[in-house]
Nanobody, 122 residues
Framework: QVQLVESGGGLVQAGDSLRLSCEASSRTFSSHVMGWFRQTPGKDREFVAAIRWGGGRTYYADSVKGRFTISKDSGKDTVYLQMNSLRPEDTARYYC???????????????WGQGTLVTVSS
């Protein structure tokens, strides 16, 4: 099973930027989809963004459109999440996921990272 390792979380102020990274332990194929979810205590995990490994089409939650950008480095099997104009409500643990396709959900996801914490102070 693939191992996904996230990095880049931290404590920032509202309006700041952060870039999260997620490196996969095994090759990501063109049929795969990589994505980001986030979760706060007491709430369900929420979809944030996804990218098709073949072709690079991207998908975003409405709450992050225009502020977050997902991208990939195929040579490094790494997916990134550039987060700009951060808000306190973006505070969450961010998880990386690999899936077999779109939608990226419980039926398609084949691996999760351990998560990285993002805290945005007001």
């Amino acid at each position: 099973q693939v191992q996904l390792v996230e990095s880049g979380g931290g404590l920032v102020q509202a309006g700041d930027s952060l870039r999260l990274s997620c490196e996969a332990s095994s090759r990501t194929f063109s049929s795969h989809v990589m994505g980001w979810f986030r979760q706060t205590p007491g709430k369900d995990r929420e979809f944030v963004a996804a990218i098709r490994w073949g072709g690079g089409r991207t998908y975003y939650a409405d709450s992050v459109k225009g502020r977050f950008t997902i991208s990939k480095d195929s040579g490094k099997d790494t997916v990134y999440l550039q987060m700009n104009s951060l808000r306190p409500e973006d505070t969450a643990r961010y998880y990386c996921a690999r899936g077999r396709g779109i939608p990226l959900d419980d039926y398609s996801i084949i691996g999760w990272g351990q998560g990285t914490l993002v805290t945005v102070s007001s």
